[in-house]
């Protein structure tokens, strides 16, 4: 539940039985002509709401108050009082202090597993008086009557039910228990939690972000089918424990085989009772693992486990699971969900450090994006295709890293993981990683510098560059939108084989592009270029080499941390290969960054004749020999430089805008000859 602090509204509120004969009918709640001072003998108490001036109109009976307490609106009692959360629609009501309820002792009704006692100390008595309620005495001859105390409330609009949230909540939508060993089992999930920030777990805060870490059960339910409705036990038990404490579950009566489940031979020891969970008390936390759990009636198909609140007081990777050991209800399935929240938000242990990360990454590619477009905006007449690819990758990045650090921000603050964020940050991610990609495969090939066009090339790569961009979505989107349980090994594999075969499969290609490049640029001793892409070069083998280092290192973490107890490091992992990425992304950005020398790096037609016949892409006819009786008066063409090789490269340089324009007329001069 997510509380909106501005919008409090503060009310003297009273809980009483006011048996005002025309109270009564103006709210037609009580007819005391039909009911008279029975209402207090039939646990009938009115919760009247009140500003001080108006009614609010709220109105509620004892049972619907004593309902909500024990559905689990509740949290906290004192034998005869109450302290809750009253939800009314969209508003919820808080008591900060206890109020007695007259006559009516709960000390018959049992505690429900989800309260704690409190103190009477706690009870803070603002106004008290007596009120006797007519002379009749009840059923029991006693005198009816009631204390009342005027109490200050909260209330405050709901902004979302808890049941409506999808973000950090495991949902269970009809699983079925799973055989494993002499137990069956469903895994209702497994989150790294920190400890709640506060010592006191009665502790309540009107934001989300309180300090307070738990798991909460809500609307749990067991079905079984009609054939085994016969069947009153079938206990199933809900079973919580930290990775640190699973020895202290399960256990064997001589040293054989391990059970989950009471065996005949442990409960002859007295170790466990027949039909439950084995569990000894954690060394650490005496109170831990928590078990509890529900039993089937005979004839009922539905049994219903009690809402509950843990408080999270130690960190740790917290798993839970739904046990039964009885065979006759192999069927049975669960539904419900639970909703796991850390002290800083609903964000997941592991999920909470990248909120950070993606903070310090969108500013870092704004420092980037400044310094590029700075640049672009200054050298604007010089820029050439390839810097414009670079301009588009640099773009995508900023968009990417500022939607995931708004997807983690929104779904830490509310619970809820925003789908139309993820997607748009998992669409940018991946259109990102894609172009990326094909900008380094066609700048190894030489596009933009050595060649004007990649010729039948062209099809190729876009083929590959969309099929990446396929597969890569798919991945990003399963494992983002809306999901916060770890896919199954199966699934992943599945998932990820794809982009894994399509990345090493670029690599190559990429690899292979930059060896004729740089061979046919040495060949042709185009020395200045020939140098940017020796660094270009030497920066890719490095990415590559610490792209298998840490693809070793990320196997040797996950064989090591089978239990997931290294949860808090875990987010090092994706964080790394977007630091790489990015540093990449530098380095090309400062060797082709726009600057008035930026043409000499770009492609010239009298630098790319070898390539063109190479490949095909553009041929040049050569002039054939033509009879003077044709041509009357044309002045004899000049030879055409063909080659450079044997050109000083110093001379080169300096002279290139001059020869690029002899080439051109010269060429012009030619074609019109033919």
């Known amino acids: 539940m997510s509380w909106a602090g501005q919008e409090d509204i503060y009310l003297s509120t009273s809980l009483a039985s006011y048996l005002d004969r025309s109270f009564f009918f103006e709210l037609k709640s009580v007819d005391i002509s039909q009911h008279g001072l029975n209402v207090l003998a039939s646990e009938k108490l009115l919760v009247l709401l009140r500003d001080g001036r108006k009614l609010m109109g ?34 919820v009501i808080r008591g900060e202090n206890v109020v007695l309820i007259g006559e009516l002792d709960l ?6 597993p989800h309260m704690t006692r409190v103190s009477e100390a706690e009870i803070k008595r603002h106004r008290v008086y007596k009120t006797i309620v007519g002379h009749k005495p009840d059923r029991s001859g006693r005198q009816l009557g009631c204390w009342t105390f005027d109490i200050m409330c909260k209330a405050q609009k709901a902004e979302r039910e808890a049941t409506d949230l999808k973000g ?12 494993k060993g002499n137990a069956f089992v469903v895994h209702g999930g497994s989150e790294g939690i920190y400890s709640s920030a506060s010592e006191n777990p009665n502790e309540k805060s009107v934001l989300p972000a309180n300090g307070d870490s738990y798991i909460r059960f809500e609307k749990i339910t067991f079905r079984r089918t009609q054939e085994f409705s ?119 242990g592991r999920m909470a450090p990248l909120m950070k990360f993606y903070g310090f990454m969108s500013l870092a590619f704004v420092i980037l994006g400044l310094f590029w477009f700075s640049q672009y905006a200054r050298f604007w007449k010089e820029v050439f295709p390839l810097q414009n ?44 990683r894609s172009v990326a990609r094909l900008v380094i495969l066609i700048v190894s090939m030489g596009y933009g510098v050595v060649r004007p066009t990649l010729g039948g090339l062209t099809s190729k790569v876009l ?41 090493a499969f670029i690599i190559i290609w990429i690899f292979k592009s930059l060896s004729a490049t740089l061979s046919k640029l040495q060949a042709r001793r185009m020395m200045v270029k020939l140098d940017i892409y020796r660094k270009f070069t030497n920066a890719l083998v490095v990415a590559v080499i610490v792209s298998v280092g840490w ?29 790489l990425s990015f540093s990449l992304l530098c380095v090309i950005c400062a060797l082709w960054a726009p600057s008035q020398n930026s043409m000499r790096y770009a492609y010239s ?24 009786k044709d041509v009357r008066s044309s002045p004899e063409p000049k030879p055409v430089q063909t080659s450079n090789r044997a050109s000083n490269v110093n001379i080169q340089n300096l002279h290139r805008e001059l020869l690029q324009e002899q080439t051109y007329t010269e060429k012009k001069f030619t074609l019109g000859l033919q």
């Open 58 to 91: 709220i109105l509620r009976s004892f049972d619907q108050f004593a309902n909500a307490v024990l559905e689990g609106a509740c949290e906290r009692v004192i034998v005869g009082d109450l302290y809750c959360d009253i939800h009314l629609g969209l508003y």
């Open 107 to 112: 000390e018959r009704e049992e505690l429900p």
């Open 168 to 179: 950090s909540v495991h949902e269970y939508r009809g699983e079925r228990f799973v055989g």
């Open 230 to 348: 016969n069947f009153s036990s079938g206990l199933v038990q809900a079973l919580v424990f930290e990775v640190e404490d699973r020895e202290s579950v399960g256990g064997s009566a001589y040293g054989g085989q391990r059970a989950v489940c009471c065996t005949a031979d442990l409960a002859k020891l007295g170790v466990c009772s027949g039909g439950e969970i084995i569990h000894r008390p954690s060394t650490k936390n005496p109170s831990w693992p928590q078990v509890f759990g529900v039993a089937f009636n005979a004839q009922e198909l539905v049994a219903t486990l009690p809402s509950k609140s843990i408080q999270i007081t130690r960190t740790g990777m917290y798993n839970l699971y739904f046990m039964h050991c009885d065979p006759n209800h192999k069927e049975v399935v669960v539904e419900g969900n639970t909703i796991w929240k850390n002290p800083s938000g609903y964000l997941p």
């Open 389 to 432: 690819c670079i301009t588009l990758v640099i773009t995508l990045g900023m968009f990417e890293m500022a939607f995931w650090y708004f997807d983690y921000a929104e779904f830490n603050e509310t619970g809820i993981r925003p789908t139309g964020i993820t997607v748009w940050a998992v669409t940018f991610g991946t259109i990102k």
């Open 463 to 503: 083929l590959v560059g969309m099929t990446f961009f396929v597969a890569s979505e798919v991945l990003e989107l399963v494992e983002n939108v809306g999901a916060v349980s770890d896919l199954s090994g199966k699934a992943k594999l599945f998932l990820v084989l794809p982009v894994a075969l399509l990345d």
């Open 551 to 579: 693809i070793c290192y990320e196997l040797y973490f996950k064989s090591k941390d089978v239990y997931n107890e290294q949860w808090q490091n875990a987010w090092v992992i994706p964080a790394f290969w977007q630091v």
């Open 605 to 628: 037609d009298d630098a790319s004749d070898e390539f063109d016949r190479d490949d095909g892409t553009l041929t040049l006819i050569k002039p054939s020999t033509i009879p003077s």
